[in-house]
């Protein structure tokens, strides 16, 4: 029954844009009139990952007047015997409110019905499903860059994002979203709507990260509502550094906008250290360290790569996603800069000495690259640059398999797969690279309090009334 439903819902997904697809011009398609029929009392409704399993945490834009706010799950679609669970409510930017619920308590291995009560409103009724064991599929993608300022602006970008949503959502039993950042082009509140439109988003736990576009406005700290956020002494106005697990995987998802490395080493070993017995690691931040495609890009790289690679190489980071270039790439396994086991398309590799970073290509702003060769490091990436890919990753207690698609393409475009046994061990990092890392993510905690002090003149620049103090740190 669960299956069926979960496939009636996809199936009505894929039609809804199919025959947006096929209208003829000046005909009303689907996607128009499903577009004019959101509620008002429950915008933006986005269902992120709980710290574990047995949570979700939502948030939606509300009326102002709305002063109470809840989320009702059931296990049956007509809501009998549905649990309330109580949020809170936050004055949003604009003046209207956002609520902020997590749902707790939650069985592994079942489906879920929920409704987002506003006040006295209640939104439609929408389904997630709660993962069984230690196996579950992600949709990876990055930069889907809605864009505009109202609700027409963003339609045609929100449909592409859709569109691509329905056709993973036929590749694989999606239940998780990896968003690597850039899910905004101006970090918009209309944007932010857009983005969570497709009823197919509501039923994924949803896990963004910030990326540079989401940091020229305001409204990702509004509307988000993620699990031990973790702000430290410098961050970004919009949030901070966040981390969740599910079935076997610490996920660990950094603000790269923010460059104080001291505390994104201290945010990466605090939740290690809660979670020493979960056998994977997954890095997901904004910012690219390996790619290589894009010239003007490269200084930044090499100081990015100097921060980062080195904490990664200390909490032994198996895997980390990534976006801001738009350009598809996946590299060796890397340590200490060096490529230390080569990874070649459809291969699998057993207890890895090192990490894979990996760069999905844009959702909505797929470029062309510039002529650079990519890097010794790249295993490799795509040939025509101008293509639409997502990432289908495969997670168990044993592997992490990572598929690339094209949109529209039935085949997979490449493949690699990680293993780990029982008696993996990690490398260790030596004591000379690790006090130079501190050594540079001292520098990095400097910078990010001036480059905040630059953020916060841009956002006074843009019209947003904020305080430096708020913005700084
Ligand atoms: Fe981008
Ligand atoms: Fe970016």
């Known amino acids: 029954m669960k299956k069926m439903m979960k496939t009636v819902s996809i199936f009505m997904a894929v039609l809804l844009l199919v025959c947006s697809c096929v209208a003829p011009v000046n005909a009303v398609s689907v996607w128009d009139v499903f577009w004019a029929d959101e509620e008002e009392s429950a915008r933006g409704i986005i269902m992120q990952p709980g710290a574990d399993e047995t949570q979700r945490n939502f ?4 009326p102002q007047d709305v002063t109470e706010c809840s989320v009702l799950v059931s296990t049956n679609a007509l809501m009998l015997q549905a649990e309330e669970y109580e949020g809170d409510v936050i004055d949003s930017y604009q003046g209207d409110k956002v609520a902020k619920v997590t749902v707790s308590e939650l069985e592994c291995g079942e489906t879920y019905y929920y409704v987002c009560v506003s006040g006295e409103e209640k939104s439609s009724v929408y389904s997630f499903e709660t993962v069984e064991d230690d196996a579950f599929s992600a949709l990876y993608i990055s930069d889907i860059h809605i864009s505009g300022d109202s609700r027409d602006s963003v339609k045609d970008t929100s449909f592409a994002f859709a569109d691509l949503l329905a056709q993973a959502s036929t590749r694989a039993d999606l239940n998780l979203i990896l968003s690597a950042g850039d899910q905004a082009s101006d970090g918009l509140r209309a944007e932010y709507e857009g983005l969570t439109f497709s009823p197919l988003s509501r039923g994924l736990s949803f896990a963004t990260t910030i990326g540079n576009h989401d940091r020229k406005g305001v409204d990702y700290r509004y509307f988000t509502n993620l699990p031990n956020e973790e702000t430290g002494m410098v961050s970004s106005y919009q949030g901070g550094d966040y981390w969740f697990v599910k079935g076997d995987v610490l996920f660990l998802c950094l603000d790269s906008n923010n460059a104080s490395g001291t505390d994104h080493l201290c945010f990466m070993k605090n939740a290690i250290r809660e979670n020493a017995d979960v056998r994977w690691r997954v890095v997901m931040m904004h910012h690219d360290l390996y790619g290589g495609t894009i010239e003007h890009r490269e200084s930044e790289n ?7 690679s ?46 894979v970073y990996m760069v999905s290509a844009s959702v909505g702003r797929p470029r062309e690259a510039e002529e650079i060769p990519y890097s010794d490091l790249i295993a490799f990436g795509m040939e025509k640059y101008t293509d639409r890919l997502y990432n289908i990753i495969d997670f168990s207690a044993d592997a992490i398999t990572v598929s690339t698609y094209e949109m529209n393409g039935e085949e997979v475009v490449h493949s690699f797969t ?24 001292l520098i990095g905690t400097i910078y990010a309090v001036f480059n905040n002090i630059g953020v916060f003149s841009d956002l006074k620049e843009d019209g947003f009334d904020v305080a430096l103090k708020d913005v700084v740190f």
């Open 59 to 62: 948030s939606w834009y509300m």
């Open 302 to 308: 090499n100081l990015l790569r100097l921060l980062y």
């Open 310 to 355: 080195p904490m990664f190489d200390e909490c032994n980071i198996d895997l980390v996603l990534l976006g801001h270039s738009h350009h598809y790439s996946v590299t060796d396994v890397v340590y200490n800069g060096k490529s230390v086991q080569e990874l070649t398309d459809g291969c699998a590799i057993e207890n890895a000495q090192g990490t």
């Open 418 to 441: 990680l293993t780990k046994t029982d008696d993996y061990t990690a490398p260790q990092i030596s004591i000379f690279r690790k006090l130079f890392s501190r050594f540079v993510n």
